[in-house]
């Protein structure tokens, strides 16, 4: 895996700008804060980005990958203000679960998620290598 960063360019802060990679892709669709019964047990921000960074740890699980292997996150949320606040607990549970691994990722602020309850969805493409 490659870091993709110009040499005149700011360094970005929790991602990075590109990433080259290959090798086996796993694709694992956006996933809520919500239980492996698809049951919130939390309506605090960075309690959901735990559930669904941990529910995406499991998924990679499935295809022997890891948090390390992540080259891409999209992130949806549904309070830009809310996630800007969560900002330093994020970090926290960021680094708990995925590490000070930071792939290329957005950001975006959207109208409203399919369940009403959730606060963010988080997809991940990852590169096993082979």
């Not at 980005?49 to 890891?66: F, G």
């Amino acid at each position: 895996m490659e870091i993709l960063q110009p040499p005149d360019w700011a360094r970005p802060r929790g991602y990075a700008n590109g990433i080259a990679a290959s090798g086996r892709l796993v694709f694992v669709s956006g996933m809520i804060g919500w239980d492996r019964q698809g049951v919130f047990h939390t309506d605090d921000f960075a309690g959901q980005v735990r559930q669904a960074l941990a529910n995406i740890v499991a998924v990679l699980a499935e295809a022997k990958a890891r948090p390390e292997h992540i080259v891409r996150m999209t992130w949806y949320v549904v309070d830009k203000a809310e996630y800007v606040a969560a900002y330093k607990e994020i970090g926290v549970v960021y680094r708990e679960l995925i590490g000070s691994h930071f792939p290329a990722m957005t950001a975006v602020q959207v109208a409203a998620l399919i369940e009403d309850r959730a606060k963010v969805e988080i997809e991940v493409t990852a590169v096993v290598p082979e």
